[in-house]
């Protein structure tokens, strides 16, 4: 039988409080933390937008000696 939210969420309120703490957590956790998938997803659509940019036009090309240079220069200053 599958459990729709509703009965899923009667079910969960009828937990005792240290269960019903502990799943709340790892919930939250879920919406916090992207899945490895997730995460191959959202770099898709980054790399298309950038490849997109870079046909069209829209980006600004640079050697990749000059954006290693400033990568370093950037990390130099960063004080963490």
């Not at 009667?10 to 019903?20: A, K, Q, T, Y």
């Not at 980054?46 to 290693?68: F, V």
């Amino acid at each position: 039988m599958m459990m729709n939210v509703e009965m899923i969420e009667s079910e969960v309120l009828s937990l005792p409080l240290i269960d019903r703490e502990r799943l709340f957590k790892k919930l939250l956790l879920s919406l916090e933390s992207p899945s490895e998938k997730e995460i191959g997803q959202l770099w898709r659509i980054e790399i298309k937008k950038r490849l997109d940019a870079i046909y069209n036009g829209d980006a600004q090309m640079i050697p990749s000696e000059a954006a290693d240079k400033e990568v370093i220069e950037f990390l130099n200053n960063c004080h963490v």
